[in-house]
């Protein structure tokens, strides 16, 4: 009887679902945690608008719309893995299981990293040689993060707390002969688009003027 192999013996799919809960609970540690973090880049970004420095506004939000990113592309992978886990053909799905941990425990590294990066978040507003430079390692790292509709939300968010800052009011529109619903809905859509295409338009330029401005070698 004690040769006897033991009935409760972890398979590889066990092994996943355990890895998969314990990836899940510390993201939502993490979630708790970044809230301080996110948090104090908004103020600074209220702050840098207040004395009118909106380029290192925009920084502190971009940042914070990146952690936030982190956080939700995380947690659809854990449930898309969760499925994966229940499926009852696990072995044909295992390589696409672990490959997926995988990433998930490289993504937690870099969300641990930013909750840990507290400090260095009040770089973000700073002015001496080492907070500039601070700056534009932020800021060339999120170029390659970031698409344009994390860029078009970041600008969104960032007017709304300009108008919350200077203190202006939407204007009330004034009265108009009516118009129907649906011709209104397409007006707004297309000046929305328009207003993306014009953001876009303006993120390239800036990312092609620094290498205009570098001097040719002879």
């Keep these: 009887m ?12 066990d092994r996943a679902i355990l890895d998969m809960k314990n990836q899940r609970d510390k993201l939502h540690q993490y979630q708790k945690r970044i809230v301080a973090v996110t948090d104090r880049e908004t103020e600074i970004a209220k702050r840098c608008l207040a004395r ?5 506004a925009l920084l502190a939000l971009r940042r914070k719309k990146y952690q936030e990113s982190l956080l939700a592309k995380t947690d ?8 994966l886990t ?6 044909s799905v295992q390589k696409d299981v672990i490959y997926g941990l995988q990433q998930g425990t490289k993504v937690l590294k870099l969300i641990h990293a930013e909750i840990g990066g507290i400090e260095n978040v009040e770089k973000l507003m700073g002015e001496n040689e080492e907070a500039r430079a601070y700056q534009r390692e932020i800021s060339d790292m999120l170029g390659g993060q ?3 509709a994390d860029e078009d939300d970041v600008e969104d968010e960032l007017d709304a707390l300009e108008k919350e800052v200077t203190g202006i009011a939407e204007q009330p529109v004034p009265s108009l002969p009516e118009v129907p619903h649906s011709s209104l809905e397409t007006g707004e859509e297309e000046a929305r688009e328009q ?7 303006a ?9 205009v401005a570098e001097p040719m070698m002879a």
């Design 2 to 13: 004690g040769n006897t192999p033991s009935s409760h013996k972890i398979s590889a799919q």
């Design 52 to 56: 009118g420095d909106k380029s290192k």
């Design 76 to 83: 659809a992978q854990l449930e898309q893995l969760q499925q």
């Design 86 to 91: 229940s499926d009852v053909e696990y072995a």
């Design 146 to 148: 970031m698409s344009n």
């Design 195 to 201: 207003q993306r295409k014009a953001r876009a338009r």
């Design 203 to 211: 993120r390239a330029k800036e990312q092609v003027s620094p290498q």
